[in-house]
Nanobody, 124 residues
Framework: VQLQACGGGLVQAGGSLRLSCAASRRTFNEYVMGWFRQAPGKGREFVAT????????YYANSVKGRFTISRDSANNTVYLQMVTLKPEDTAVYYC??????????????????WGKGTLVTVSS
């Protein structure tokens, strides 16, 4: 499985961005997809996960109510819609996939596949 994330950029605080992650596999019915991030000088942090087949989602408390993870089965793409961005959201964002893990377990970060990150910078 190859994952390609894009959509990062520079945005002012309070602004919005939508990240996309295109996946090479044709079907992900037994997969959970997730977004993680790593801020400068910090460790990797869980953001959100989604169970592909039924759309069940799980979010970090820090982004709950501001970020929305979704998937498009027709295009094998996972999205992360981010609104009301804050400077502390500045990080490299990574998409990832894992087989046969639920959305909560996947949040621990042990995923099977990782894409290259896309940088999100939120200015104050």
């Amino acid at each position: 499985v190859q994952l390609q994330a894009c959509g990062g950029g520079l945005v002012q605080a309070g602004g919005s961005l939508r990240l996309s992650c295109a996946a090479s596999r044709r079907t992900f019915n037994e997969y959970v997809m997730g977004w993680f991030r790593q801020a400068p000088g910090k460790g990797r942090e869980f953001v959100a996960t989604i169970w592909w087949s039924d759309g069940t989602t799980y979010y970090a408390n820090s982004v709950k109510g501001r970020f929305t993870i979704s998937r498009d089965s027709a295009n094998n793409t996972v999205y992360l819609q981010m609104v009301t961005l804050k400077p502390e959201d500045t990080a490299v964002y990574y998409c990832a996939a894992a087989q046969r893990k639920n959305v909560v377990v996947a949040a621990r970060g042990v995923m099977d596949y990782w894409g290259k990150g896309t940088l999100v910078t939120v200015s104050s």
